[in-house]
């Protein structure tokens, strides 16, 4: 059964009560607001997901303390379950990015309601196969996606979607239904703004989903040409060139080649990630950073004659990750050029300390991470084209630019 997040209900009155009684006092309240701070965390899991998050780094420093490999390194343990979820997912996330939300008609109401009601059930079984998993970038990547709802939970509960203690979800569909059907008070819009468009929470799903299979599977990504993102017309045209359709189909423009280096870059990134970076493989190390520059390079040589502007402005996105962390790359040798694009000098490389380059590419919040993220927009912007929906959702529904958006998020982290 899901938790109301409209309200508590009486047994949390009696909790509250209890709580509160006799701490009515001033000197009392900050005992209060500690003790509602705690009670919150504990009812909302946060508190949980931050003890788990801390004994998880605790076990992984006194393994690397004592010399042990770590065997729950991202992308070596291949998780056949959470893949085949992630897959499904992909496909239910998708649909629903290709629906008609200004069409309230019943038949086109239905259709909605059953496309979202699949989009549950998908989301519920990848929560479930990532919390058994012992891929850590599986577990991660999950996380951030249960955080995208979590931090929007009022506009979901708004559309009958709530959530239940093991962070799957319940749907109900009277209530989506009655919403899409008000049309006097507009509030079939929320369900647009959920998920329609790119930067919706549905588009954040394709996007976990699509780093999920590749962590979970064999390293082959769901975005490859064996699962088009949905929307995408015709295939994208192996010629390696940009292919433009007519101005009146609202310019739509691929970018095959982009879209070819963008996949290729991604690859190099994961090998970094996942490997054991450390001074006693400098070798290993050397030829995996030289691939990665040398796929960056394509892909940044690529985008820089890109027709298509998103792939244009994701990829100046990822040169100002690139830019920011300037210093950091000089360290291992690493210069950054005039035109972002990155040399290596191997004596220089080899002669530093591995834990520069350990620290840019391992880790929540890494350059990697942060690039990776970048690269999967790229692919995705190539290969469906430029007339895309630019509107992300905040708290209260609302439009926000989502490219601004990424630049901000990556200055501050």
Do not use: C, W
């Amino acid at each position: 059964m899901g938790i109301s997040l409209n309200g508590l209900n009486s047994g949390m009155a009696d909790t509250y009560s209890t709580l509160l009684g006799g701490m009515s006092g001033g000197d009392n309240a900050g005992g209060v607001s500690s003790l509602l701070g705690d009670y919150a965390a504990i009812k909302n899991g946060s508190y949980g997901k931050m003890m788990k998050s801390y004994y998880a780094k605790l076990e992984k420093q006194e393994a690397e303390e004592s010399g042990e490999v770590d065997k729950k390194k991202a992308g070596k343990i291949k998780d056949s379950a959470s893949a085949s979820a992630a897959a499904s997912l992909y496909k239910s996330a998708s649909a629903l990015g290709s629906l008609n939300y200004d069409d309230r008609s019943e038949e086109n109401i239905d259709k909605i309601t059953d496309s979202v009601s699949a989009f549950i059930k998908d989301y519920n079984s990848l929560m479930k196969s990532a919390d058994k998993s012992d891929n850590t970038t599986v577990q991660k990547q999950a996380d951030s996606l249960y955080n995208s709802y979590y931090s929007n939970y009022k506009l979901f509960s708004k559309v009958g979607i709530t959530l239940n203690s093991d962070r799957t979800l319940s749907f109900d569909e009277d209530t989506m239904k009655k919403v899409l059907a008000d049309t006097e008070h507009g509030k079939g819009g929320t369900v647009k703004t959920l998920f329609g468009g790119i930067g919706s929470f549905a588009d954040k799903a394709v996007n976990k989903a699509s780093q999920i299979y590749r962590a979970a599977g064999d390293g082959e990504s769901v975005t490859s040409s064996k699962a088009k993102y949905a929307g995408v017309g015709s295939s994208t045209s192996t010629s390696g060139t940009s292919s433009t359709k007519d101005k009146d189909k609202n310019k739509t423009v691929t970018d095959a080649s982009s879209a070819a280096a963008a996949d290729t870059l991604y690859k190099s990134i994961e090998k970094l990630s996942a490997m054991n970076i450390s001074n006693s493989n400098k070798d290993e190390v050397y030829k995996a950073f030289s691939s990665f520059v040398e796929d960056y390079n394509a892909l940044i040589k690529n985008t820089d004659k890109s027709a298509n502007s998103n792939v244009v402005n994701q990829a100046g996105y990822l040169k100002n990750i690139i830019s920011n962390n300037k210093s950091a790359f000089s360290r291992f040798g690493v210069t950054v050029n005039s035109d972002k694009t990155l040399s290596i000098d191997e004596k220089k490389f080899k002669d530093a300390d591995m834990s520069s380059v350990k620290n840019l590419f391992t880790g929540a919040y890494s350059a990697a991470e942060k690039m990776t993220d970048r690269v999967n927009q790229i692919y995705r912007y190539a290969t469906q084209g430029d007339a895309l929906n630019k509107q992300t959702y905040n708290n209260g529904g609302s439009g926000v630019n989502a490219p601004t958006m990424g630049s901000m998020v990556d200055t501050i982290l």
